[in-house]
Nanobody
């Protein structure tokens, strides 16, 4: 069992930056691939980025590539999402997720077993 708690969301102007963090409970964090997803009002939850168990492999959605960076610290049981050059269309609730069956990185929601409660990110124009 893994429990995930996101933090760091808030209101930011377009062009600004935010850093989201996800703290995981449990001693097996380092065996889970991690992902970030987001859901805007009226839209499906979508993949943002993922990172492998070692942190050596990452994958990003085209819409955030070059602007967002995922890192993890297995010693601290945390995964972070650094977001730069934010746009109003990045406004959404952001969720972190843990997948115990993932080899490398995964983009599909069904690949992830545990989810956090989400943190709101609002980007004003």
């Amino acid at each position: 069992q893994v429990q995930l708690v996101e933090s760091g969301g808030g209101l930011v102007q377009a062009g600004g930056s935010l850093r989201l963090s996800c703290a995981a409970s449990g001693r097996t964090f380092s065996s889970y691939a991690m992902g970030w997803f987001r859901q805007a009002p009226g839209k499906e939850r979508e993949f943002v980025g993922g990172i492998s168990v070692s942190g050596g492999s990452t994958k990003y959605a085209d819409s955030v590539k070059g602007r967002f960076t995922i890192t993890r610290d297995n010693a601290k049981n945390t995964v972070s999402l650094q977001m730069k050059s934010l746009k109003p269309e990045d406004t959404a609730v952001y969720y972190c997720a843990a997948g115990g069956r993932v080899i490398g990185t995964a983009t599909m929601r069904s690949s992830y077993d545990y989810w956090g409660q989400g943190t709101q990110v609002t980007v004003s124009s």
